[in-house]
């Protein structure tokens, strides 16, 4: 007899289950600023990156898509990029990605930190990189931060050292 309750049980537990899953695919999501911008608050996202070309290799899509929603972008580029001594041709390069991204130039900024050097090999100290970021979230409202995840997307140990530095 009480096998028959423990079944009975875990059926009803079952037809639960289902019944919610059916509900919540059918039911419509919650709007979040990513999925709706022109329904709730603009938002200030930081994207930091680690050199200047990271945002075209890397982010192109994200810049664009928040952009389109009509959020307000923002860069943080922690090195000029000068691990070929072409340092001020990549921070160029960034400003003109920035005009093509829709991003404004003035919302972009390129450190030429000397603990924050370009290149392999280069170990960033993640306090040092935190305090920067930290200034630039302040400075400017910064609702979201957007960064590589914790493989630097490419392995490089600047992009990761970066990740490190956002957590």
Not at 36 to 57: C, T, W, Y
Not at 73 to 101: F, M, P, V, Y
Not at 129 to 150: C, Q, R, V, Y
Request: proline share 3%; hydrophobic share 40%.
């Amino acid at each position: 007899m009480a096998w028959i309750l423990t079944i009975s049980s875990l059926i009803l537990i079952w037809i639960s289950s289902l019944c919610k899953i059916f509900q919540a695919s059918w039911s419509p999501m919650k709007n979040s600023f990513l999925t709706n911008g022109g329904a709730l608050q603009k938002r200030n996202v930081l994207l930091v990156i680690a050199h200047p070309d990271d945002e075209s290799m890397f982010f192109t899509p994200t810049i664009g898509y928040l952009t389109s929603r009509g959020h307000n972008i923002h860069i943080l580029c922690l090195s000029i990029g000068n691990a070929d001594g072409k340092g001020s041709t990549r921070k160029l390069e960034l400003h003109q990605a920035c005009t093509i991204l829709k991003v404004p130039v003035q919302n972009a900024k390129v450190l030429d930190h000397p603990d924050l050097q370009d290149g392999f090999g280069k170990v960033w100290n993640h306090t040092l990189l935190a305090k920067i970021i930290e200034d630039e979230m302040i400075s400017h409202g910064i609702n979201l931060i957007i960064t590589f995840d914790d493989h630097g997307v490419s392995g490089h140990c600047n992009h990761r050292d970066v990740h490190f530095g956002v957590r």
